[in-house]
């Protein structure tokens, strides 16, 4: 099945400065990779999503590229707030309808 | 629309006990599924379903049981809980349309296992 690796685990930046959070998958057929946010207490949302037909998405202050050659994808976070200070979550899926792994989680703190 | 919706929120029970955890979504979604969230573990696919009476195991399926009689409602039933099982369980939701989509979290279970 499909496997997911999200690093690092903790980041921690200074507001106004760029977060980038990596995930590696294993299997080369997954096509659809979303990206989550979970506040303290919260549920996960959605915050940007690309499938595999794009190597990059844009919105806002938040995007998310994708090598499918090297079965990467990143988030990219510019000018970060407070607000942005969560965790982070990266997946994959589309071998199987609905089906999504994943990763472990990217705890991000945003210092004013 | 109220979205996903799970109950209860908080639940404490004793090593043994059963008990189920209820999940409802009012958005006609054909993809229904359960995870559990550890510390450092990320959401794990416990057990999904495709649509009414059909369900199928995810990653860490041992002692859960679900049921998808309607295609509303997708209840989590733990069988003889054990403190392994203490967690936060989300339920979520999602159209099936041949292409994945977004998945509609509820608001979780806070279930703690003593």
């Known amino acids: 099945g499909e496997n997911v690796e999200q690093h690092p685990s903790t980041l921690s930046v200074q507001e106004g400065d760029s977060a980038v959070i990596k995930c590696t998958y294993s299997?080369?057929?997954?096509?659809?990779f979303p990206w989550y946010k979970q506040e303290l207490g919260k549920r996960p949302q959605l915050i940007i999503d690309i499938r595999s037909n794009v190597g990059e998405k844009k919105d806002q202050r938040i995007a998310v590229t994708l090598n499918k050659t090297a079965k990467h994808f990143s988030l990219h976070i510019t000018e970060t707030q407070p607000e942005d200070s969560a965790v982070y979550f990266c997946a994959a899926g589309g071998t199987s309808y609905g089906k999504l792994t994943f990763g472990q989680g990217t705890i991000l703190t945003v210092h004013p | 629309n109220a979205g996903v919706t799970q109950t209860p929120k908080f639940q404490v029970l004793k090593t043994g006990q059963s008990m189920t955890l209820q999940c409802a979504q009012d958005m006609n979604h054909e993809y229904m599924s359960w995870y559990r969230q550890d510390p450092g573990m990320g959401l794990r696919l416990i057990h999904y379903s495709v649509g009414a009476g059909i369900t199928d195991q995810g990653e860490v399926p041992n002692g859960y049981n679900v049921s998808r009689s309607t295609t509303e409602d997708f209840p989590l039933r733990l069988l003889s809980a054990a403190p392994s099982q203490t967690s936060v369980y989300f339920c979520a939701s999602s159209p099936l349309l041949g292409l994945n989509t977004e998945a509609f979290f509820g608001q979780g279970t806070r279930l703690t296992v003593v």
């Open positions: 299997d080369s057929a997954s096509n659809y």
